[in-house]
């Protein structure tokens, strides 16, 4: 397959660099100011290397990345609230033009997801987004294997950053600002990491399983009852302990609802995972509980996920 | 997710007691000895039976193995158990609760979870690191009726809620088939 991916941070970074391993090629990149178009296929080390160098990714706009050559478009610009711009234009631009999407971007199936399928339903062109819930785990796969109707329940531990702190939090007895320095200093938490630990992003993916799941009804950000864990107490964990339990930040999706907030669980559960790792809990009809646990979010994890979705396009 | 300290169910004893002076006192230390939790007693004083016993129904919450051995200690006492089983099956909910929880009179916080629903508070840990006007932490367990344990949830965030305290629910399965 041919593609171009659009956003050049780390996750799209990523994709560019492993999609010859998949064994497809690049034939768009770009950022918010540039972009680099080969229909024979883009020279990848360069093209990074001119990145990381002058901070462009080459002499073309986005708009030739666009309308470039192309089979898939992979979106990975920033996720964006509300009407989840620029990314909605970019899937707008690849589905009118007959061509395949793969979301990395959540804003588009977190608060469009209508129009999205609206979109998709009048192109040749289809639209995935496994990495969107979950980076490197197979969550919306699964769903679609089980199927929707079977499902009665999910919830899930979607934010490494969140599960860091927490986890952390109750290891070692510390407080809730110092793990999160300490956790913004080995780069696992953002500068500004209140779309996190607000439980931002773990609503929007709630949203996204919700969307998923639901035959006749859109969910948006605003459809999700959202807790975070901003200075949560020391002692909530402390107390949790000595009751052989622990705390993380979940989200639940069942009955039409989706729900996000501090949680007590058992120390050993499957939705108690340490560190960075991320779990996600199926309940159902007929297959009783199923675990899906793996690394949530990063470059190369994050792309495993997209190189994934575009596999399933070029059999199909 | 089941382990058996959370299996805490309500039991109904029936007991006929000879009408002698500490009886009743005697017959409950099996009771509490045993971990037993004491939720009411009915004495029927005026209702003496044919062999002049007076019956006693006593409520109690406790886990399965714990309810075995308090009847066994009963039977070891020379208590007369007519009847010992399950009235009803209630689920252990534990929550804890976080903010200005002392400030905002706890007692009355767990008389008002116990009043809005099925429910009885039967464990309460206090963590106040920074003193009692300060933040603190409380970690309560709750035996709830079996089913209701979402109204009782519901009960509680609200009086939570209210007091502008920070809730943390525990996971519950409540519902999923």
């Known amino acids: 397959m041919r593609i171009a991916v659009i956003g050049a941070g780390a996750v799209g970074s990523s994709v560019v ?53 192309y089979d898939v478009l992979v979106e990975a610009t920033p996720v964006t609230l509300g009407d989840a711009e620029p990314g909605m234009t970019h899937v707008e631009a690849a589905l009118t033009r007959d061509r395949h999407v793969v979301l990395a971007n959540k804003g588009p199936v977190a608060e469009r997801y209508g ?26 796969s699964t769903i679609a294997d089980v199927g929707a109707d079977h499902i009665t329940a999910v919830r899930g531990v979607l934010n490494g950053t969140v599960n860091f702190v927490l986890s952390r939090m109750a290891a070692e007895g510390l407080d809730y600002e110092h793990v999160l320095a300490e956790a913004q200093d080995l780069g696992v938490a953002e500068t500004d990491p209140s779309f996190d630990v607000e439980g931002t992003d773990t609503a929007l993916k709630g949203v996204i399983l919700a969307n998923v799941l639901s035959e006749d009804r859109e969910y948006t950000l605003d459809d999700a009852e959202v807790d975070g ?54 309940e159902t009809e007929h297959a009783g509980q199923l675990n899906v646990s793996g690394l949530g979010a990063g470059g190369p994890e994050t792309a495993s996920a997209i190189l994934a979705d575009v596999g399933r396009l070029d059999r199909s | 997710m089941s382990d058996s300290q959370n299996d805490i169910r309500a039991y109904t004893l029936r007991l006929e007691l000879v009408d002698e002076p500490g009886e009743l006192l005697r017959s409950l230390h099996p009771i509490a000895d045993n971990g037993g939790n004491l939720l009411s007693i009915f004495h029927e004083r005026g209702n003496v039976t044919p062999r002049g016993h007076i019956p006693v129904e006593v409520d109690i919450e406790a886990t399965p193995d714990r309810f075995e051995k308090i009847v066994d200690a009963l039977h070891e006492a020379d208590i007369n158990v007519v009847q010992a089983g399950t009235e009803r099956y209630s689920e252990a909910l534990t929550i804890v609760l976080s903010g200005h929880v002392i400030e905002t009179d706890l007692s009355d ?43 009782v949830l519901e009960g509680v965030r609200e009086v939570a809620a209210e007091k502008d305290l920070r809730l943390i629910e525990p996971l519950t399965t409540e519902g999923d088939r």
């Open chain 2, 109 to 151: 916080t767990l008389e008002r979870i116990q009043a809005s629903a099925n429910a009885t508070v039967t464990d309460v840990s206090l963590s106040a690191p920074e003193g009692t006007a300060d933040t603190s932490s409380a970690r309560l367990q709750i035996a709830a009726e079996s089913g209701a344990t979402g109204s």
């Open chain 1, 17 to 69: 660099e492993l999609a010859g391993e998949y064994g497809h090629d690049v034939t768009a990149f770009a950022d918010s100011r540039s972009a680099a178009v080969d229909a024979e296929g883009l020279d990848v080390d360069a093209v990074l290397d001119r990145k990381r160098t002058d901070g462009i990714v080459g002499d073309a706009d986005l708009e030739d990345a666009l309308s470039g050559p």
């Open chain 1, 229 to 282: 864990i901003v200075d949560i107490p020391g002692s909530v964990l402390e107390l949790a302990r000595e009751d052989g339990r622990t705390v993380r930040l979940i989200v639940e999706v069942r009955e039409g609802e989706v729900r996000v907030g501090p949680r007590l669980v058992p120390e050993n559960a499957a939705l108690a995972p340490t560190g960075t790792y991320n779990t996600v809990q199926f």
């Open chain 1, 115 to 140: 129009d999205v399928r609206e979109l998709e339903a009048d192109s040749e062109g289809r639209v995935l987004f496994e990495a969107t819930v979950g980076g490197a785990m197979p969550v919306l």
